[in-house]
Each structure stands twice: as structure tokens, then as C-alpha cells.
């Protein structure tokens, strides 16, 4: 991954760009083993070439406290998305979400958006089931 981004930095020179945005998301990408490694890297790479390098991070909130605050640092912006039905249907979870967002607010960190994922009815019946049942 590194050596893709040395690439792209080095694109970015020759096209003698300003600034870059790099967003992460899919699944949950504070999930990914070397993700701090990632973004340290990256705001290196701005140091070294004088490029402007922003990052993004589209999070669902309920990573551990101690990955949150170690990419706190190299994230620019938040993208949170807010997955009701599971969120109501795991009440670890919706700490994890409440905690964490407190700590962006804390820290004052930007939050661009926040996706409310209204899931469809595609679940699962015994799954529907399972959300109904947290519903009441």
C-alpha cells in the first residue's frame, strides 16, 4: 500500500497538484490492520512533497476507543454512518457509537455528513424478526 502511495504522490507532483482528498470507506475501514500506518504515511507524504493531503474517514462509530483516538490525528474529516436497525438491535454498539461520537465532538473534529441507514426489508425473516423485537 505504501509503495502504491509514493506513486500517486508522485503523480500528483508531476501534475503539480495543490491539494488531494483521500476518503476511506467500505466496509469499515477503521477495521484495516494498517490503517494509522496509512494515514501517517500519507500526511508524511504531504509533509515531503508540500501537497495538501486531507483525510476522510467514512466510519459506522463503533470501532474501539483506542483505534479511534489513534487515527484522531491523521483524519481531517468524518463521514459517520448511522445504521439504525443495528445499531437498535446491539446496545453495545450504540455505546461504542455514542462514545465515540462524543469524543469527535470533543476533540473538535469535522463531521462532513451523517448517512442515517434506513435498511430495507431484504433482511432475513428471523432477522426482521430479531429487529422487530428490539423495536417494542
Given at each position: 500500500?505504501?509503495?502504491?502511495i509514493d506513486k500517486l504522490f508522485e503523480f500528483f507532483?508531476?501534475?503539480?497538484?495543490?491539494?488531494?482528498?483521500?476518503?476511506?470507506?467500505?466496509?469499515?475501514?477503521?477495521?484495516?490492520?494498517?490503517?494509522?500506518?496509512?494515514?501517517?504515511?500519507?500526511?508524511?507524504?504531504?509533509?515531503?512533497?508540500?501537497?495538501?493531503?486531507?483525510?476522510?474517514?467514512?466510519?459506522?462509530?463503533?470501532?474501539?476507543?483506542?483505534?479511534?483516538?489513534?487515527?484522531?490525528?491523521?483524519?481531517?474529516?468524518?463521514?459517520?454512518?448511522?445504521?439504525?436497525?443495528?445499531?437498535?438491535?446491539?446496545?453495545?454498539?450504540?455505546?461504542?457509537?455514542?462514545?465515540?461520537?462524543?469524543?469527535?465532538?470533543?476533540?473538535?473534529?469535522?463531521?462532513h455528513n451523517l448517512d442515517v441507514m434506513l435498511e430495507?426489508?431484504?433482511?432475513?425473516?428471523?432477522?426482521?424478526?430479531?429487529?422487530?423485537?428490539?423495536n417494542d
Amino acid at each position: 500500500v505504501l509503495g502504491t502511495i509514493d506513486k500517486l504522490f508522485e503523480f500528483f507532483v508531476k501534475q503539480q497538484f495543490k491539494a488531494v482528498l483521500f476518503y476511506y470507506h467500505g466496509g469499515e475501514p477503521t477495521r484495516y490492520s494498517k490503517i494509522v500506518e496509512v494515514l501517517q504515511y500519507i500526511k508524511q507524504k504531504s509533509a515531503e512533497t508540500g501537497i495538501t493531503a486531507y483525510n476522510e474517514m467514512q466510519t459506522n462509530l463503533t470501532t474501539k476507543e483506542s483505534v479511534l483516538r489513534a487515527i484522531l490525528p491523521y483524519c481531517d474529516l468524518f463521514n459517520i454512518t448511522f445504521h439504525y436497525l443495528e445499531l437498535k438491535a446491539r446496545p453495545q454498539k450504540l455505546e461504542a457509537f455514542n462514545r465515540n461520537y462524543q469524543i469527535l465532538r470533543d476533540e473538535g473534529k469535522p463531521i462532513h455528513n451523517l448517512d442515517v441507514m434506513l435498511e430495507n426489508s431484504s433482511l432475513t425473516r428471523s432477522t426482521s424478526e430479531l429487529y422487530l423485537s428490539a423495536n417494542d
